[in-house]
């Protein structure tokens, strides 16, 4: 009854209902207990997840909060703290019923004056607050309903709503007023719960007993499903040298790391203990022009650039080898990919370079690319693309400073840089909408002179947030693609793929887009 | 002794003034956003001018200035922008982590260092005093991170003796503790080590060379009393100026180690501070590390009097 509700709903906008659903019968634990211990990469600064967009907070941060709705496996919105949902025929109320018998770490029963509440704290320091921009109000006429109220209607309201990159987590009403960044201790409904946090140390979790799975579904998908804690605890230990991940993997201290050095994979593959998983399409490498600056303001420099580029050698070098060659601002394995524009990329077309740059009057002016060292794939592609454009003659300049002050520069002035380099690997995940934001203003990072947006990209844009199918807004959004490669007002190079690796003796660990705790196992 | 001690103490007061003044002006100069920091790699314009305005970050360096010293006043360092922790709770989290480690670190300095410095002095021109200064070099000459990872090898994947990395605290479990502790603390020494054995040979062999201690000898002194009573405890004056570099060194230099063994020390704290542009963590946690220097270098004046009583004298 319930999945059929769900299937409805998606249905109703035009999304892919999860595979999973056809599963007999719901997972259940093929073994209980063991204490994995998981090696993470970065740092993480808080685990207030409503105010930080860090990857390292949501990887441990979102094995214990829940959502009202969050993604499936292929990034669909699907359902979570809610068993159904109807949106108005005008498009001005979302009324979400919510699941009964729900109960959060501290033993509250979860009701809609929690949801309300949590609500309340993400308008007010939310760090993507502006997902509610165009709500009026919100409503809770009984414990088990929540409803939303649009001041005006906005089809892509429930994309926004269900994006885990600073999800709405729902926690107990009385943390309402729990200042920004504050919120270090999570209390949810997820199926692990904190036990101890030691900054810059490790996280620790454990089974949270009373966790209710969602029944809708029989299997764990995205950041939803049915859920089930398998494993006694879990501590995400910080080891931030990849070295000492790889040791921690090989000795067994870690069963489970994230972003194992290319280096030491030949040998890891031998290891019969160990076994090697990638999570293609985890990031887009891209370089954003300044076209407010000459020499890049002039479009046939931008496109001389563009036409000099290699990509293969440019990812090589940024991900240590481990790479796709990819078109544009979305993963091919997600159903908003298009490879609009593909005419325009990988070029390596050294006299189609030249002949720009006789046709824009290219006299050596230097064309600075703004990198940083904190972030290596950012450093290394600078360093290839550099040496890519100084060989068809353009003066190619690189300025490293560090990712704050890249940052800082990219933002505040239109001057001393020409190209900044960046990563996107969250916001293609989670569609074109959420990716394409960074191209128009406020904040298009191409820097459009005096500040108005291209037309070509803003009346694109404009579709792409209103239209009211899903197909019409696709059709925006590789128009809006072609658009900006064609004009070259950012030049992404493909995508990236993140290499983890667990003890043999783990199973149900699937790579995603943070390291999910829950239908994973340990047998002997 | 008091007169030295509270002269000392008064004396730190500007010091700590001048270096919060000079730590919160340096950082505020340093170009870089805390709030593009915080937000991560894609974060929108808007996003990052939201974490600004909730942080505070959008008032002026000068209202940012008083209202820290305003807080300072009354005991309150601020809260951290990162960690959303007040910065005293941070720092006193961290804090016995780097000590610990540091006092095991330096007890295996002074062990080896000053063993084997000694040795060296009293076996001038042996096998045993060149092997000594070889291992010195050595100390000296290897990067600690390049040390660590050897060890990490050796001891944690080949022969499973100790763990790869991570922290058990002291109190919790000492055993724990001592299997964690004990790589870093090795990479930590041993460069230390290097350093004071060259020191203490160097010194030794000079007061060695002195009348008094040829005096000593010919009045049929047994050797072990001449080294340790009249030679070691002269010696130990221009030596403990060097261990008081070598505390220093130990508390405010232990960051790389400390990332290589995932130690969450203080070290590791200010550097992602820095490198974050969180700047009340900075502040804070420099001047609550400057005061402990501060601390450390009063002791050796004062152990200088207990050793010295010229200084004692030429103080009062």
């Known amino acids: ?524 | 002794m008091l007169g030295i001690l509270v002269r000392r103490l008064a004396s730190a007061v500007p010091i700590m003034l001048m270096v919060s003044l000079i730590t919160f002006t340096m950082i505020h100069m340093i170009p870089g956003d805390p709030a593009a920091a915080i937000a991560g790699l894609a974060a929108t314009q808007d996003q990052i001018a939201n974490i600004r305005a909730d942080l505070g970050l959008d008032q002026p360096v000068l209202t940012q200035l008083l209202r820290w010293y305003g807080n300072l006043l009354q005991g309150d360092l601020g809260r951290s922008l990162l960690l959303g922790q007040p910065v005293l709770e941070a720092t006193m989290e961290r804090l016995p982590v780097t000590l610990a480690l540091s006092a095991y670190a330096l007890v295996l300095t002074l062990v080896i260092g000053l063993g084997s410095g000694i040795i060296a002095a009293l076996r001038q021109n042996t096998w045993v005093d060149q092997a000594a200064m070889l291992f010195a070099m050595i100390g000296i000459s290897l990067p600690n991170f390049y040390l660590g990872l050897l060890m990490i090898i050796l001891f944690a994947v080949e022969l499973r003796w100790l763990p790869t990395g991570g922290y058990v605290p002291l109190l919790q479990d000492p055993l724990g503790w001592l299997a964690t502790s004990t790589m870093p603390a090795i990479s930590l020494a041993l460069l230390l080590a290097g350093l004071l054995a060259r020191i203490t040979r160097s010194t030794m062999l000079e007061v060695l060379r002195q009348d008094y201690i040829r005096t000593a000898r010919a009045k049929g002194l047994p050797r072990r009393q001449v080294v340790i009573k009249h030679a070691l405890s002269n010696a130990l004056i221009p030596i403990t100026t060097v261990i008081g570099i070598i505390v220093s060194l130990l508390i405010s230099g232990s960051v790389v180690t400390e990332t290589l063994f995932s130690i969450p020390g203080i070290g590791q704290l200010l550097t992602q501070a820095v490198l974050n542009r969180d700047y009340p963590m900075v502040q804070g946690g420099l001047l609550i590390t400057t005061a402990l220097l501060v601390l450390v270098n009063i002791a050796v004046d004062v152990f200088y009097a207990v050793l010295d009583p010229r200084v004692r004298y030429d103080d009062a």
């Open chain 1, 1 to 524: 009854m319930r999945v059929a509700a769900s299937a409805a709903i998606f249905a109703a906008f035009g999304v892919v209902l999860s595979s999973t659903l056809a599963v007999a019968a719901p997972f259940k634990c093929p073994n209980v207990g063991g204490n994995f211990v998981f090696g993470q990469e970065a740092n993480i600064n808080t685990l207030d997840q409503m105010t930080s967009l860090t990857i390292s907070t949501r990887n441990i941060a979102m094995n214990m909060y829940e959502t009202l709705m969050t993604r499936d496996e292929n990034n669909n919105p699907i359902l979570e703290l809610a068993e159904a949902m109807t949106e108005a025929p005008d498009g001005l109320t979302y009324t979400f019923k919510l699941r009964q018998g729900i109960k959060f770490h501290n033993g509250k029963p979860m009701t809609s004056a929690d949801v309300a509440a949590s609500f309340d704290r993400y308008a007010k320091i939310g760090i993507q607050r502006s997902t509610l921009d165009n709500v009026d109000r919100w409503e809770t006429p009984d414990p088990f309903t929540f409803i939303i109220r649009m001041k005006q209607a906005q089809p892509t309201f429930i994309e926004a709503l269900s994006s885990f990159s600073a999800p709405i987590v729902v926690f107990p009403s009385e943390l309402r007023d729990t200042p920004s960044m504050q919120m270090t201790k999570p209390i949810g409904t997820g199926p692990f719960e904190l036990m101890e946090v030691s900054p810059g140390s490790h996280v620790k979790m454990k089974r949270y007993e009373g966790y209710q799975p969602n029944t809708a579904y029989q299997e764990r998908t995205g950041f939803g499903g049915y859920k089930q804690a398998c494993l006694d605890t879990v501590t995400f230990r910080i080891v931030t040298e990849p070295g000492a991940r790889v040791a921690g993997l090989k000795t067994g201290e870690l069963q489970g790391v994230e972003d194992l050095p290319t280096k030491s994979l030949p040998e890891l593959k031998k290891d019969p203990n160990i076994t090697i998983l990638a999570l293609n399409n985890w990031w887009i490498q891209i370089a954003n022009p300044n076209t407010s600056f000459p020499p890049t303001d002039n479009v046939l420099v931008r496109k001389a650039i563009q036409a000099a580029l290699d990509m293969d050698e440019i990812l090589d070098a940024a991900s240590d080898g481990n790479y796709r060659l990819n078109v544009g601002f979305q993963y091919p394995n997600q159903p908003t990919y298009t490879d609009a524009g593909k005419e325009t990329y990988n070029l390596r077309d050294a006299a189609l370079a030249k002949k720009y740059l006789t046709q824009a009057g290219y006299k050596g002016e230097p064309v600075i690319l703004l990198t940083n060292k904190d972030y290596a794939p950012m450093y290394n592609s600078a360093l290839v693309m550099q040496q890519q454009l100084q060989a068809v003659g353009i003066n190619a300049q690189m300025k490293v400073v560090d990712w704050p002050t890249s940052v800082q520069m990219m933002q505040n002035t239109t001057e001393g840089w020409n190209f900044h380099f960046t990563g996107w690997g969250t916001q293609p995940a989670l569609g074109p909408l959420a990716t394409m934001q960074f191209l128009v203003q406020p904040g298009a990072m191409y820097k459009p002179k005096g500040g108005i947006d291209d037309a070509d990209l803003l009346a694109a844009w404009k579709d792409m947030n209103t239209k009211t199918t899903a197909a019409e807004r696709q059709e925006a959004f590789a128009r809006m693609q072609k658009a900006v490669l064609e004009k070259v007002y950012s030049l992404p190079f493909g995508s990236f793929t993140k290499v983890q690796g667990v003890r043999s003796n783990v199973k149900g660990f699937v790579p995603f887009r943070i390291p999910r705790m829950a239908n994973v196992w340990m047998t002997n």
